[in-house]
C-alpha cells in the first residue's frame, strides 16, 4: 500500500483529473482526502494499492509521466515537493506545510480569488498499515451544487451537479419514498460503493443523510450504453464493441472478487465518461454475496434477468454472467432483448427460452 500526496493550485475537475490519472495506471483508489486553502491550493492524499512489487521510484516515475502530461495540457510546471516535507504517513493539518498551506477549510468554503499557475508538487510514502474502507463517507448538503435535473424516477431524481470543482451526479431521494425499505435499500448501496474502487465502476464521492438523502458519484458525460445504442442509433465498430465488452467484463470481475452481485446489469447501467471509458453503475440493488454463496430473492429487469431469478431459484454470481451475456447481444443485434413482447411476457420468453 501506498500514500501519494499531491499539492498544486485548485483548479476545476483537478480531483476528478487525479483520480482517474492514478486509476489510470492500475492503482485502486483505498482512501481519498482532500483540502482546499485560503490562498487558493489543493493538497490531494491517496492511499492507494494494487502496484506490483515494493519498488516505490518506478511507481514514482510512472505517476511522475501522467503528471507531466496533465501538467503540459494545463501549462503548469513541474517541481518536486522540497525534501524536508519528504514523508507523510498520517497528514493532520498542523502537520502540512505553512511554507505553501497557510490555513485549511471545508471543501464548500473556497477562496474567490486564486492565484494564476502554480507547480504540481507530489510524494509517495509505502503504508504498511492496513486502510479500513467499511466507513461511508459523508459529506455536506450545502457544498453542492445542482445544475440540472437528468432523470426522474418514482423515488428519486437525479442531478448534474459540482462538489468542489468536480462535476458530479447527485441521486437525491424523494421524502416521501423514504421508508424502512428505502433506508435499508439506501444504507446498502451507500455500503457497496464506499468498498469498491476500479476504473470500470461508477466513483463513488460521497453521501448525505441530512436534509434528506444524497448518494454522490462522478459524472458520467457520454451518457448510458442504452441510449447510445437505442436513441442515438450509433453502430459500433467490431474493436469498440471488443473494447466495451472487455471494459464491462473487467468492472464486473472486480465486483465478484469481492463478493458483490450486481443483480441489475443492462446497457442502462453502463455509462460513459468523456474519454468513451465504460463503467458499471446503479448499484441500488445490489448485495454482498451471502456465505451459503446462493440468493433467492428477484431482482433485476426482466429483459437482461437469468431464468433462475425469475423463477426464484437460488442463483450465485453467475446471473451476472448471463445479463452480461445479454448485453453483448444486444451490442451486436442493437435490438432491444425480446423488443416486442411486454416486460412481463419477456420474463416468460427467458425461462422458457423462446427467443426473439
Known amino acids: 500500500m501506498h500514500e501519494i500526496t499531491i499539492s498544486t493550485s485548485d483548479k476545476p475537475k483537478l480531483f476528478s483529473q487525479l483520480t482517474t490519472l492514478l486509476s489510470e495506471i492500475g492503482l485502486n483508489i483505498q482512501e481519498a482526502h ?17 502496484w506490483a512489487g515494493q519498488d516505490i521510484e518506478s511507481l514514482k516515475h510512472e505517476v511522475t ?61 509505502h503504508v504498511n498499515k492496513p ?3 467499511n466507513d461511508v463517507w459523508e459529506i455536506e448538503a450545502s457544498c453542492l451544487k445542482y445544475e440540472k435535473k437528468i432523470a426522474s424516477g418514482s423515488v428519486s431524481d437525479l442531478y448534474k451537479g459540482t462538489y468542489i470543482n468536480q462535476d458530479v451526479a447527485i441521486k437525491v431521494f424523494k421524502n416521501g419514498s423514504l421508508n424502512e425499505n428505502m433506508h435499508r435499500e439506501f444504507s446498502q448501496e451507500t455500503f457497496i460503493l464506499s468498498k469498491i ?25 457520454g451518457g448510458n450504453m442504452y441510449d447510445f445504442l437505442h436513441i442515438q442509433k450509433v453502430v459500433l465498430t467490431l474493436p469498440s464493441l471488443l473494447k466495451v465488452a472487455i471494459e464491462v467484463s473487467q468492472g464486473v470481475a472486480y465486483l465478484h472478487q469481492n463478493n458483490i452481485i450486481h443483480r441489475d446489469l443492462k446497457t442502462a447501467n453502463l455509462l460513459m465518461d468523456e474519454k468513451g471509458v465504460v463503467k458499471v453503475a446503479d448499484f441500488g ?14 431482482t433485476g429487469t426482466y429483459r437482461w434477468m437469468a431464468p433462475e431469478v425469475i423463477e426464484h431459484k437460488p442463483y450465485n454470481q453467475k446471473a451476472d454472467v448471463f445479463s452480461f451475456g445479454i448485453i453483448i447481444w444486444e451490442l451486436l443485434t442493437r435490438k432491444l432483448p425480446y423488443e416486442d413482447l411486454s416486460p412481463l411476457q419477456a ?10
Not at 104 to 122: A, D, F, T
Not at 202 to 208: N, R, S, V, Y
Not at 285 to 297: F, K, Y
Request: aromatic share 10%; glycine share 6%; with cysteine.
Open 347 to 356: 420474463a416468460v420468453g427467458v425461462v422458457h427460452k423462446v427467443f426473439a
Open 285 to 298: 440493488v445490489a448485495r454482498l454475496q451471502n456465505q451459503s454463496g446462493i440468493m433467492t430473492a428477484e
Open 65 to 125: 509521466k501522467k503528471m507531466q502530461k496533465l501538467e503540459e495540457d494545463q501549462w503548469l510546471p513541474l517541481h518536486l515537493f522540497p525534501k524536508e516535507t519528504g514523508t507523510l504517513k498520517h497528514i493532520p493539518t498542523k502537520n502540512i506545510p505553512t511554507k505553501k498551506i497557510k490555513k485549511l477549510e471545508p471543501w464548500c468554503s473556497l477562496p474567490k480569488e486564486r492565484p494564476e499557475k502554480i507547480g504540481m508538487n507530489y510524494i509517495f510514502n
Open 197 to 221: 474502487q476500479h476504473k470500470n465502476v461508477i466513483k463513488f464521492i460521497g453521501a448525505c443523510t441530512k436534509p434528506s438523502f444524497h448518494l454522490v458519484t462522478e459524472y458520467m458525460p
Open 131 to 133: 486502510i479500513s474502507r
Open 34 to 50: 482532500a483540502f482546499s486553502t485560503l490562498d487558493g491550493y489543493s493538497l490531494d492524499v491517496f492511499v492507494v494499492d494494487g
